[in-house]
């Protein structure tokens, strides 16, 4: 890069955060960088609040507009997820220049489905990674626990993030992901809502990595039966298998599949080729996964 | 109709009965009509269990081929849903028989991934209606209250299901599907995941009618930014929204939109009409909708 350091506009597409984690993320990048700390550049509106939303829809828009086009941000870091992504202007995508076409996009979760329209559209570095939220995970924070919690997984993760953002660190790499093949990742429930929109991308040729949280496993096998079904998932290379974590409990009987088993079942029922576990999920040991594959980073 | 009286056919595509339930159907029904009662098939599979289903994919689907080809049964209809439909045979569809494509399928609720795919390559008539299993709703069986309950609310909804099955009744009719429009109606969550799939059949100048039951708003918000971004449903003729029930509660901030708000505003992003409230829902009230309009039962 040619500046001496990197300037990261942290926006928030879905929930708010509260200014004291911005802040604790900045004094974080500053130790992890002592020669050439980045910039963040957290959007006010992050700390918006409109009900479930970090703002209204009109408000949230525009500071991802605001910032994108913005020839002095570099990355934009979605601050975390929630719910509202799929709620920002469709008009935002048409009106984005190109400082917004030069720039890397991280995220996952709720904010996948704009990761996906920007892969779809051909704008920016598209990219699935931990955000500045997960600095809450295992040490008190609302999140679920992380897969593989120690002390410092929430700090060990927004690092992870941090070190790819600046210096496209290739040990915060899902390993798949490090490899040659295209790839593309996504929280299921959110591709299971993409997929019947005009906003998904199409993954021929892609390993399809999922991840998903806080559902039934009826659930979970209903999004793969819809994802599994699309025409645009059915020419992935294949489907590897994300963490399904904090599986909530069936007021019934039990259900009969495990995660593993509805995929591989799906994977079958659809030709897709079922290539095994993949290093992503909602904890603090997601890893980072470029939208089209790593040679693109 | 040439026979004297109607045979119903009982299959459970996704979660199964108890045979006390089948007795207590069939009882109504002799009730109902004294001269000539409809003849009630309950298929054993109703009563198999396979964890959280009604016996395994291929017992299902076994079950659903034997009846829906038997020239001697007149209509299918669906035990109850939960969850398991979409997971019958893709074979299926080209196994139905001219004994298939000249019957009746009643049923709502996850049996929607049914209904939609069987409308979509026009087999038979295809209705959304009450099943058996309702008979439980409002003297103490296990789901949700219904929106104006009474004593024998569960009993009214599987009669006015057993009187449209056997002559048609127009009082069984959801007020606008007994009009001249094309009509169609769904759970939304079914729905939306049923948009992204080849299933989903093309609902161009379709009233389409909307009801769910136990989600979070901003699910409901979520699904429909998936069907109203879905070009099927985008040339229909305007959405319906039907009864929204047994809301759960946010964990976080109140969702700021109420569900008609939600459906208002989708519809004013897609360019779709809304058109006001439906008589449909997870509860006792809901009406028979039949697919593509009252003309064709």
């Known amino acids: 890069m040619a500046k001496e350091s990197l300037t990261i506009g942290v ?3 879905a929930a708010r955060i509260e200014p004291e984690l911005a802040a604790r993320v900045e004094a974080l990048a500053a130790t992890l960088f002592p020669d050439a700390p980045p910039t963040l550049r957290v959007h006010p509106q992050c700390f918006q609040s409109a009900g479930h939303f970090a703002g209204t829809d009109a408000e949230r828009s525009a500071a991802f507009l605001d910032y994108a086009n913005d020839p002095d941000v570099d990355a934009i870091w979605f601050a975390r997820g929630g719910y509202g992504s799929c709620r920002l202007s469709d008009g935002l ?12 996009y991280m995220g996952y979760s709720d904010t996948g489905s704009l990761l996906g329209r920007l892969y779809k559209e051909g704008i920016g570095t598209v990219v699935h990674g931990p955000m500045p939220a997960d600095l809450n995970r295992g040490d008190g924070g609302h999140d679920p626990a992380p897969a593989r919690p120690t002390a410092d997984a929430g700090r060990d ?3 992870r993030a941090l070190r790819f953002l600046v210096s496209r660190d290739a040990a915060a790499l899902e390993p798949t992901a490090a490899g040659g093949d295209k790839t593309a990742a996504f929280n299921l429930t959110i591709l299971a809502h993409l997929v019947g929109t005009p906003w998904a991308p199409d993954l021929t040729d ?6 998903d949280v806080s559902e039934y496993l ?8 819809t994802v599994t079904s699309s025409p645009l998932v059915r020419k992935a290379k294949g489907i590897k ?15 009969v599949f495990s995660e593993e088993e509805i995929a591989k079942t799906w994977c079958a029922r659809s030709g897709i080729p079922y290539l095994g576990r993949a290093d992503i999920g909602h904890d603090a040991a997601n890893k980072v996964v470029v939208f089209g594959g790593a040679a693109r980073a």
Not at 206 to 211: A, D, G, K, N
Not at 241 to 255: I, K, M, P, W, Y
């Open 11 to 13: 926006v928030a597409p």
């Open 93 to 104: 995508f048409a009106a984005l220049n190109d400082a917004a076409r030069a720039k890397t």
């Open 157 to 159: 993760a927004v690092a």
């Open 206 to 211: 892609h390993v399809v990595m999922l991840e």
């Open 218 to 225: 009826y659930r979970i096998d209903r999004a793969f039966f």
């Open 241 to 255: 298998l994300g963490r399904v974590s904090d599986v909530l409990e069936n007021d019934t009987a039990d259900f």
